[in-house]
């Protein structure tokens, strides 16, 4: 799941109130081994969305790309070997459609982020088979490594294909974003426009906040101590989009020498991130690119990912960078101004 989240600011930001008689559903519950939670505005004589609904998007994409369970599609595909080159494996259009976003954004990166990265999170000891005491070494970097390659994945319509049995596909990067956006996209299929969701720190937004305002989503200070707690960066005002953040500084484990090991691994170098960037955050018209490119950013360091995001069109970035004198902030042009 995510490292870093965007904490949720329900007080409205700006604007003027709305005058038509509203109530306010708030929702949350556990997915994908993180929370969820959502806010719903709505006329005050009408009947708030079911919970359960909600809550069964979620557990649905889970349920089918999760990594964590042997079960899901996407473990079963993982775990698949063809016997020939032309052979497919069948799976959910909602799979089918998340593994095409994650090869694009691998495109897009040259293979910072790339979906195969699986072998060597495990490797790592930030996977399902659990955490690992000592660091691997340069072998077993090279052999997990030869099992990563986003080139030698496929989707062909509803199935996918591998050119190389071992390839094994991680799509936590991706999916958590995915499933917010159908969460919001059942939303307005009920006619509730109005709302905000969030699932394991990634957030998308619809409409407006209570009394008309624009809902307000706080960026998270990275703080390496959890006796700390949450600390705010910043906020900015949403309307009809979606913020996703990742960082190094919630899920990572120190080495014998005291090193901090990240859980985002350079598929590249077939290691932890070594970089001064600490968090990314990133706006996008869908959750789910928001999720990915967050993690792409993460990877390719503060320099190279404020230049890749100032490139993309509709998006935007927010880089919270270490220095000795505390965290410098970078951003992309048309990232929005904080509001208090």
């Not at 079911?50 to 999760?66: N, T």
């Not at 919001?184 to 905000?196: M, Q, S, Y």
């Not at 969030?198 to 009394?211: F, I, K, L, N």
């Not at 999720?291 to 880089?319: H, N």
């Amino acid at each position: 799941m995510r490292a870093a989240a965007v904490c949720l600011l329900l007080a409205a930001a700006c604007g003027e109130a709305a005058s038509a008689p509203e109530a306010v559903a708030r929702y949350e519950g556990a997915s994908m081994g993180s929370s969820w939670h959502a806010t719903v505005v709505h006329a005050a004589d009408r009947t708030p969305p079911d919970p359960q609904e909600l809550q069964g998007i979620l557990d649905e994409v889970d349920r089918l790309m999760s990594t964590w369970k042997p079960e899901s599609e996407l473990s079963r595909f993982n775990a698949w070997a063809p016997a020939a080159a032309e052979e497919s494996f069948p799976v959910s259009i909602h799979t089918a459609k998340v593994v095409e976003a994650a090869l694009q954004v691998a495109e897009q990166t040259r293979g910072a982020f790339d979906p195969t990265v699986l072998p060597l999170v495990e490797l790592w000891g930030f996977g399902a088979s659990g955490p690992r005491a000592d660091e691997p070494t340069p072998e077993e970097i090279a052999a997990a490594g030869a099992r990563v390659g986003w080139e030698r994945l496929e989707v062909r319509g509803a199935a996918l294909a591998k050119r190389d049995a071992r390839i094994a596909v991680d799509l936590s990067a991706i999916a958590p974003g995915y499933a917010t956006d159908l969460v919001c996209e059942r939303l307005r299929a009920l006619g509730f426009p109005d709302h905000l969701i969030e699932v394991g720190g990634e957030v998308c937004v619809g409409g407006r906040g209570p009394g008309g305002r624009p809902w307000r989503v706080g960026i998270e200070q990275p703080v390496d101590d959890a006796e700390q707690g949450q600390l705010l960066n910043s906020a900015i005002a949403v309307r009809d989009g979606a913020v996703a953040t990742s960082g190094d500084y919630r899920k990572f484990r120190r080495a014998a020498d005291g090193t901090r090991l990240s859980h985002e691994i350079d598929p590249r170098s077939g290691r932890p991130i070594a970089h001064a960037l600490a968090s990314a955050t990133v706006l996008a018209p869908t959750c789910m690119m928001a999720d990915a490119l967050a993690t792409a950013c993460m990877i390719l360091g503060p320099a190279e990912a404020l230049d890749f995001a100032e490139r993309l069109p509709e998006v935007e970035a927010y880089l919270l960078v270490r220095t000795a004198q505390g965290f410098r902030a970078l951003q992309t042009s048309g990232f929005p101004e904080a509001v208090e």
